[in-house]
């Protein structure tokens, strides 16, 4: 197996490289990708190790972006839950995906997730991944991956496609929620957490803003947020 080293790494050890392609146990994966400091994304999804792509801008950092700050504005001040950016999820010994973002509900209020030491385990109530070059895994292997795990709802943005899905977990089964006659998708398990879908694709931030802050003093956002407040 080759070696990497000092120079080209960015560690005074040498140790077995990661690679695309390989299949590895959990801890070996997570050994060789915490050594390797100039890697910023792996996956283990079924044992088989997946290396991002280089990452453009129109193609991931933008829309990754987006999401980010869509998801940021909703759980801003709200007492419980809480978002991730490009955070490993420990699963098993044979998965370790690295979801592009995350939203928690706290273990106490009822969420699936907890901490094992430095590693998050459990099943968060809402992933998304922006996927350009890895659309084919983030609508199949990791899609199912994260249904047999119990993510509630998974938001996938294939940019290439100019499309969004944004599925829920029911029975076991994942199954797209619905949009209204403007494209706006609101969330079961995040009361308010409404996209305004076609605006988020044309790079309309100001509507993608209106729309959630329309979620955010919607009845059942309200009621939510005096539950979360309540515990």
């Known amino acids: 197996m080759s070696v990497n080293t000092t120079e080209d790494a960015g ?3 040498e140790f077995p490289l990661l690679r695309d392609g390989d299949r590895l146990k959990a801890d070996e994966f997570h050994r060789r990708y915490e050594a390797m400091r100039h890697v910023k994304n792996a996956n283990l999804i079924n044992g ?7 990452v453009y801008l129109d193609q991931h950092g933008g829309p990754h972006w987006d999401m980010i700050a869509w998801m ?3 759980s801003f001040g709200l007492r ?9 999820l420990r699963i098993d010994d ?4 690295q979801p592009d973002a995350m939203l928690l509900l706290d273990p106490h209020l009822g969420g699936g997730t907890w901490m094992e030491g430095r590693h998050l385990r459990g099943s968060p109530e809402l992933i998304v991944e922006v996927a350009a070059s890895s659309a084919r895994l983030d609508a199949g292997e990791k899609r199912e991956l994260y249904r047999q ?4 709802e998974y938001i996938l943005w294939r940019v290439l496609d100019n499309r969004i899905d944004w599925w829920e977990l029911v029975d076991g089964v994942y ?6 006659e403007a494209g ?3 969330s079961r398990v995040f009361p308010g957490l409404w996209l305004d879908v076609p605006a988020m694709i044309q790079g309309r931030q100001d509507r993608v803003k209106t729309t959630l802050e329309a979620g955010l003093a919607s009845p059942e956002h309200l009621s939510f947020a005096s539950r979360l407040r309540g515990n």
């Open 11 to 13: 560690t005074d050890l």
């Open 48 to 54: 088989v190790v997946h290396m991002s792509s280089p």
């Open 72 to 74: 940021g504005i909703y």
């Open 80 to 88: 419980g839950v809480r978002g991730a950016d490009n955070t490993s």
């Open 94 to 97: 044979d998965n370790e995906p």
């Open 149 to 152: 795990i119990g993510i509630r």
């Open 175 to 180: 199954q797209p929620l619905p949009s209204d």
């Open 184 to 186: 706006v998708v609101r």
